[in-house]
């Protein structure tokens, strides 16, 4: 496999913890920052860190930025910085852009200029949260749309010994079960006759309400 590289724009919370984890799986990663003191911080975890301002064409093009695989913009309250430097990596040919949006309106408005990626980290973690809290069955959920999602479900003895072909899962809720998972193994794409103890965590995708129909019969 070829080892893909990224550019990270801006180092704070969220910037940072990619680049970190850029970093700790063994990727390249550019670490760019206008403020010295937290390029500083990241020039023995990133293969480089540059102190730059990211609104300025000259300094993305130096840099060669249209070379890396993948651009994270993680520029937190400048919302003004984040959409400018969005449009010059758009302007300059970067493939993937990904950038982190303020709020619905900077979000419409990285969409509109081209960005291919817009993460939400503070409203996602928050519903995400929320969604696990609410539920006891409910382990992790990964939201796949406004509508749709994965979601972990810990199997109660109501289905213990059933079989996956006889819960009927598909036909009754519209859901698929993709993969169980039993105290130290994981089946992926389980077949309908796999029988379903109590404890197995299935993880689930579909439509919420599907799911939610699902869970209050597993439950
Ligand atoms: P978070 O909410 O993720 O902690 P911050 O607002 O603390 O985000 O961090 C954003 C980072 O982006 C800061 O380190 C800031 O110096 C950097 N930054 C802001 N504007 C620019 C810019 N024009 N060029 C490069 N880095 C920038």
Same mark, same amino acid.
């Given at each position: 496999m070829v080892k893909k590289e990224?550019?990270?724009?801006? @180092? %704070?919370?969220f910037g940072g913890s990619?680049?970190?984890t850029f970093a700790e799986q063994g990727m390249e990663v550019m670490a760019i920052d206008n403020n010295e003191d937290r390029v500083n911080e990241y020039s023995a975890?990133?293969?480089?860190?540059?102190?730059?301002?990211?609104?300025?064409?000259?300094?993305?093009?130096? @840099? %060669?930025?249209r070379n890396f695989d993948h651009v994270i913009v993680a520029i937190g309250d400048n919302i003004q910085a984040s959409i400018l430097t969005t449009i010059i990596l758009k302007e300059l040919g970067v493939k993937n852009i990904t950038v982190k949006a303020q709020n619905d309106y900077h979000e419409?408005?990285?969409l509109k200029i081209g960005a291919d990626h817009v993460v939400h980290p503070e409203r996602d973690m928050g519903r995400r949260i929320a969604n696990n809290m609410i539920s006891n069955s409910v382990l992790d959920y990964l939201e796949l749309s406004d509508e749709h999602s994965i979601v972990e479900i810990v199997a109660s003895e109501k289905i213990d010994g059933h079989s996956i072909l006889n819960l009927d899962i598909r036909?009754?809720?519209?859901?698929?079960?993709?993969?169980i998972k039993r105290t130290n193994e994981i089946i992926v794409s389980p077949q309908a006759n796999e029988i379903i103890h109590e404890k197995d965590i299935l993880i689930v995708i579909g439509a919420d309400a599907d799911i939610n129909r699902f869970e209050k019969k597993v439950l």
């Open positions: 990224f550019a990270v724009i801006g @180092l %704070g919370r990619i680049c970190r975890i990133a293969s480089h860190a540059v102190v730059g301002d990211s609104t300025d064409e000259k300094v993305l093009k130096s @840099l %060669g930025i419409k408005v990285l036909a009754q809720y519209g859901i698929n079960i993709v993969a």
